[in-house]
């Protein structure tokens, strides 16, 4: 099984950038996949976007495109999550999740306890 731990969220000033981190332990290899979650006050939890461990293969939801960027490092065992252009929408709770069984977009097996962004107008 794998463990996660987020870091790397704060305050940042709309248009900013922030990078956020997910440190990942455990057994990494293999078919597991990677993704980031958010969940805003009152709203439900969405996806963000997602990456293969292995193959690096990379999806995101229409409302990150083009300013949200996932990548792993192998060597460090992380997952981050560089988001600029950030907008006072994308304020929310953060979360990391991994899945080899269940879908990373609705269903993942593991979480992170999540780390607070907060954007700023």
């Known amino acids: 099984q794998v463990q996660l731990v987020e870091s790397g969220g704060g305050l940042v000033q709309a248009g900013g950038s922030l990078r956020i981190s997910c440190a990942a332990s455990?057994?990494?290899?293999?078919?597991?996949?990677m993704g980031w979650f958010r969940q805003a006050p009152g709203k439900e939890r969405e996806f963000v976007a997602t990456?293969?461990?292995?193959?690096?293969?990379?999806d995101y939801a229409d409302s990150v495109k083009g300013r949200f960027t996932i990548s792993r490092d192998y060597a460090k065992n992380t997952v981050y999550l560089q988001m600029n252009s950030l907008k006072p929408e994308d304020t929310a709770v953060y979360y990391c999740?991994?899945?080899?069984?269940?879908?990373?977009?609705?269903?993942?097996?593991?979480w992170g306890q999540g780390t607070q962004v907060t954007v700023s107008s």
């Open positions: 999740a991994g899945t080899r069984v269940g879908s990373i977009y609705s269903n993942p097996d593991v």
């Open positions: 455990g057994r990494t290899s293999g078919s597991l996949r």
């Open positions: 990456i293969g461990w292995s193959a690096g293969t990379t």
